[in-house]
């Protein structure tokens, strides 16, 4: 039985047409796929960087479009974030709020797991937007995920997080509990909190679970139709169960062939039985004794 498996996190700069961020989804979708990935984890906000309410009323079509994306190639694509109007259960969130939800879509293009953020951005950042209130717009999730990958005829179980969800090591140390062997984390950091954090946070979050972490990421400038612009970090990473960075995109800004193709691919394979070995030489869960 193969024990490994292909994985791919896309940097993308998503503006506020949907369809363009579209175009760019299905094609590094498509590359990656030539490129042997079996996992495609898209980044947070991956359809449009604002606008999150008309995106939410097209969420339902949307989740289809890009399901359809996997099926086509028969892998599993993880759409980092979308504005839901609606929670799990199908009950509209209240109070014109809404949720930020994370999917996985399965080679069949059927939606294999959802997860609803739990943990809303609230900081003051000195850019040029200054204060960030997730909460102000969305409601947050209360269930974490993992959930089962079959590549090869072998199950690999994926724990999911996105962006603000890396600065809790609970939650990563949580999902490990639950078996988790890689985590997602589709992300859309700041560029000055990403500047501080973002490689430091991928690979202690990694350490914590001793889980591969797949960074996927916005970078560079996002035009707002009102207000400032937002520039974001980009530096999609992939982090091994032992902190090692296994690749990543070194710009905040797509460059050369990145920029002409509308995203980066950052790729890595992901070996269960290296990772297993690994946790059996250093048991940190046999050890821990506060959670």
């Not at 400032?228 to 690749?247: C, E």
Request: proline fraction near 4%.
């Amino acid at each position: 039985m193969n024990h490994k498996m292909t994985v791919a996190a896309v940097q993308m700069n998503s503006q506020q047409n949907i369809e363009t961020n579209l175009t760019a989804i299905k094609a590094a979708i498509s590359d990656a796929s030539a490129q042997g990935a079996t996992l495609v984890v898209l980044p947070e906000n991956c359809c449009s960087m604002g606008e999150q309410r008309a995106t939410a009323a097209r969420f339902d079509a949307l989740s289809a479009t890009i399901g359809d994306y996997a099926r086509s190639h028969g892998i599993y694509v993880l759409a980092g974030s979308l504005p839901c109007p609606y929670r799990p259960d199908g009950m509209i969130v209240p109070d014109g709020r809404m949720r930020q939800v994370s999917q996985l879509f399965a080679p069949d293009g059927s939606q294999a797991a959802r997860y609803d953020k739990i943990h809303l951005f609230t900081a003051t950042v000195a850019d040029k937007q200054g204060s960030y209130n997730e909460a102000a717009t969305f409601e947050a999730g209360t269930q974490t995920v993992v959930t089962p990958i079959e590549v090869n005829n072998a199950v690999f179980q994926l724990g999911m997080m996105v962006c603000f969800d890396l600065r809790f090591p609970a939650l990563a140390q949580r999902l490990r509990q639950a078996g988790a062997e890689l985590l997602s984390a589709p992300s859309a950091f700041t560029y000055l909190t990403g500047q501080a954090n973002w490689s430091l946070l991928l690979q202690a979050r990694a350490l914590d679970s001793q889980c591969m972490v797949i960074g996927a990421a916005q970078g560079g400038e996002h035009i707002y139709k009102t207000g400032n612009p937002r520039q974001t970090w980009g530096h999609a990473t992939i982090t091994t169960f032992n902190g090692s960075v296994a690749d990543s995109y070194d710009y905040s800004v797509l460059e050369g062939q990145a920029l002409d193709k509308g995203y980066a691919l950052v790729m890595a394979t992901f070996d269960k039985n290296v990772q297993e070995q690994g946790r059996q030489r250093m048991p940190i869960f046999d050890c821990h004794r506060l959670a």
